[in-house]
């Protein structure tokens, strides 16, 4: 029987796909759901690289998004931008091959919106599937005499630009910048997770950029831009000895072009001089000497000269130096790799968005995750427009980018929820999202963000972070409850006035019972019966005002209580961190002055 079963050999029933086949079939990877999420998508990764494009250049972004529908479930995208440009060579395949860019970065790296190189591509390998055309894209730099008009796809199967047609055309005035034009089956929805959400929230925190909005039904709207300053731009940083891992460290130490394992890691590592360099390969040292111990002698490790090179690390030794790049004492990697919006922008962002009674915003100082450097910002507003029953409104962003899906997977919701929000001054019942009018923005800038998956829409649960994000909601909460507290006290001090107002009317009204010409012949027994009533409803306010007060008092004391041990703990961390990159600093200089 089992003989006369064929067996398919490897070579008929193998074969490779490219990425683009791949991805055409498992789209939803990418962002590209269903017809609604992948109109958004698409504006998402337009606008995320126009806005990417031009802050890496030095210029104030101006962008236009345009939809138009072409018929039923069926519409065109048009993003422009005044970026750089982008010249013909590297055009072809930043639009027309996925996972082509200029962005990746295996280790180290600096905060950006795009990161894979796919974003752009599979927006129009998206349209050629869904409307069957190619994508029609204008491009201009600054050295090129004309504009050009390219009609291109993507040839799947080969995961390779297919160039439909090539030719200058006249953009006007136009210095430079891109126009891209694609096709697709769509959806045009007008709800909390739309296009035009996205823009708003886009512009929220990206007060330097100006972007304009066409619906499909034609209406125009403009977000000016709120400040004129381009933000702090990020810089590249090497990878940092704690954040790297074993197939990296591998493939690092064959391709450096260091001389010796020392200059190996003094050159490609950010904050390893000299003595840190020293420090991993003792650490190393130390743990192949104890191995050693359990080895019989033919099987021996050597141990590694810091003078060897780096291609004659054998592969034990390798692992060897990985703990003692993890071990070692090196001083947090450098910051300038990131680039937050500011408190001060965010509050003005917020204000010219929304009509808000209060607003405070924070941003943390700078922290770092598995070598990866990070920041949280956090800005809350309070009343005016916003519903005052409903659940409070969350804000998520990840490097300057509104996250629109996957907020109950995402560990910014969850921080929220996880809050005690009655001391700060909002409802909440236990375990949910607290409810008032409120708004809460949240933003993770980092060299790396971990997103749950590759359409990144929602950031992945790691102790490091939350543990950031919640202090950073309580540090700016407190203010929240300062300005709730004051504006219940006055609320609870008008409360009063009346009170006494409609009080001092029963007072007089009694006095007068008591003064009528015959009130000399009542009994004390009547007397207490008359007042009796009057007492009990004195009683009754004079508790109701205690207890409103008290109310105040106990919500501070709560806080107090919740955030003492974590803000202590935090210090004593923050601390320590700065006295160990001292120590480092000056045994550094020592042993490199020794050297
Ligand atoms: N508007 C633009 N102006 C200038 N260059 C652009 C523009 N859009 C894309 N590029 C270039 O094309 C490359 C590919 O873009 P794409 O969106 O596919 O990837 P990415 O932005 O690098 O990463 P991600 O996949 O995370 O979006 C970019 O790295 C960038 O160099
Ligand atoms: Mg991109």
């Keep these: 029987m089992a003989d006369s079963v064929k067996t398919k050999t490897a070579d008929s029933t193998h074969k490779s796909v490219s990425v683009a086949e791949f991805f055409e079939k498992n789209r939803h990877l990418l962002g590209f759901n269903n017809p609604a999420k992948s109109l958004?998508?698409?504006?998402?990764?337009?606008?995320?690289?126009?806005?990417?494009?031009?802050?890496?250049?030095g210029i104030l972004p101006d962008i236009k998004v345009q939809i138009e529908e072409i018929k039923s479930g069926r519409f065109k995208l048009i993003v422009e931008d005044n970026g750089p440009g982008i010249d013909k060579k590297h055009l072809f395949k930043a639009f027309?091959?996925?996972?082509?860019?200029?962005?990746?970065?295996?280790?180290?790296?600096?905060?950006?919106?795009?990161?894979?190189?796919?974003?752009?591509?599979?927006?129009?390998?998206?349209?050629?599937?869904?409307?069957?055309?190619?994508?029609?894209?204008?491009?201009?730099?600054?050295?090129?005499?004309?504009?050009?008009?390219?009609?291109?796809?993507?040839?799947?199967?080969?995961?390779?630009?297919?160039?439909?047609?090539?030719?200058?055309?006249?953009?006007?005035?136009?210095?430079?910048?891109?126009?891209?034009?694609?096709?697709m089956e769509a959806k045009y929805v007008e709800h909390k997770q739309s296009v035009l959400e996205y823009i708003k929230q886009t512009a929220i925190v990206n007060p330097h950029a100006k972007i304009t909005y066409v619906s499909p039904s034609g209406e125009k709207l403009e977000f000016p831009r709120v400040s004129e300053t381009l933000p702090i731009k990020a810089k590249l940083i090497k990878p940092h000895p704690h954040g790297v891992e074993l197939g990296v460290l591998k493939r690092m130490l064959k391709a450096t072009n260091a001389r010796t394992i020392k200059s190996f890691f003094t050159k490609e590592f950010d904050k390893v001089g000299g003595g840190a360099a020293n420090q991993i390969i003792q650490i190393a040292n130390n743990a192949l000497e104890d191995e050693?111990?359990?080895?019989?002698?033919?099987?021996?490790?050597?141990?590694?000269?810091?003078?060897y090179s780096p291609k004659l690390i054998t592969p034990d030794q390798v692992e060897k130096l990985l703990l003692g790049m993890q071990n070692a004492k090196v001083a947090r990697p450098s910051l300038d790799c990131l680039s937050p919006i500011g408190g001060t922008l965010l509050k003005k962002s917020l204000e010219s968005?929304?009509?808000?009674?209060?607003?405070?915003?924070?941003?943390?100082?700078?922290?770092?995750?598995?070598?990866?450097?990070?920041?949280?910002?956090?800005?809350?507003?309070?009343?005016?427009?916003?519903?005052?029953?409903?659940?409070?409104?969350?804000?998520?962003?990840?490097?300057?980018?509104?996250?629109?899906?996957?907020?109950?997977?995402?560990?910014?919701?969850?921080?929220?929820?996880?809050?005690?929000?009655?001391?700060?001054?909002?409802?909440?019942?236990?375990?949910?999202?607290?409810?008032?009018?409120?708004?809460?923005?949240?933003?993770?800038?980092?060299?790396?963000?971990?997103?749950?998956?590759?359409?990144?829409?929602?950031?992945?649960?790691?102790?490091?972070?939350?543990?950031?994000?919640?202090?950073?909601?309580?540090?700016?909460?407190?203010?929240?409850?300062?300005?709730?507290?004051?504006?219940?006290?006055?609320?609870?001090?008008?409360k009063k006035r009346e009170i006494f107002k409609s009080y001092a009317k029963e007072v007089a009204k009694a006095v007068v019972s008591l003064n009528e010409k015959d009130a000399y012949k009542l009994s004390a027994e009547v007397i207490k019966k008359k007042s009796e009533p009057l007492l009990t409803k004195l009683n009754t306010i004079a508790e109701s005002m205690y207890s409103t007060g008290e109310d105040l008092e106990e919500m501070e004391e709560e806080i107090e209580k919740i955030e003492g041990d974590e803000a202590k703990e935090a210090k004593v961390e923050a601390e320590e961190t700065e006295l160990a990159e001292e120590r480092d600093e000056e045994k550094e200089e020592f042993k490199e002055d020794e050297e």
């Design 292 to 307: 050693n111990k359990k080895l019989p002698e033919g099987k021996k490790q050597g141990e590694i000269n810091p003078q």
């Design 353 to 494: 968005e929304f009509d808000l009674e209060f607003v405070n915003t924070i941003t943390r100082s700078a922290t770092v995750y598995r070598g990866s450097p990070f920041q949280i910002e956090v800005g809350i507003g309070y009343g005016g427009e916003l519903d005052k029953e409903g659940a409070v409104k969350l804000i998520r962003f990840a490097n300057k980018v509104p996250l629109l899906y996957q907020e109950g997977a995402c560990a910014l919701t969850q921080s929220v929820k996880k809050m005690n929000w009655k001391p700060y001054g909002l409802s909440q019942s236990s375990g949910s999202f607290p409810t008032g009018p409120a708004i809460i923005v949240i933003h993770m800038a980092s060299v790396w963000v971990p997103f749950t998956s590759e359409s990144k829409e929602a950031v992945s649960n790691y102790p490091e972070i939350t543990k950031e994000v919640k202090l950073a909601i309580q540090e700016c909460a407190r203010s929240l409850q300062r300005y709730v507290g004051k504006k219940r006290r006055a609320e609870i001090e008008s």
């Design 96 to 183: 027309g091959k996925l996972l082509y860019g200029s962005k990746f970065q295996t280790t180290g790296g600096k905060q950006g919106r795009g990161q894979q190189g796919i974003g752009i591509s599979s927006v129009i390998l998206y349209g050629q599937l869904t409307s069957g055309k190619p994508a029609v894209l204008i491009s201009k730099t600054k050295s090129d005499a004309q504009a050009h008009l390219y009609v291109m796809g993507i040839d799947v199967k080969k995961n390779e630009p297919e160039i439909v047609s090539d030719e200058p055309i006249d953009w006007g005035e136009k210095e430079h910048g891109i126009r891209i034009a694609v096709e």
């Design 40 to 57: 958004l998508t698409s504006v998402k990764e337009a606008v995320d690289n126009s806005l990417d494009a031009a802050e890496s250049n």
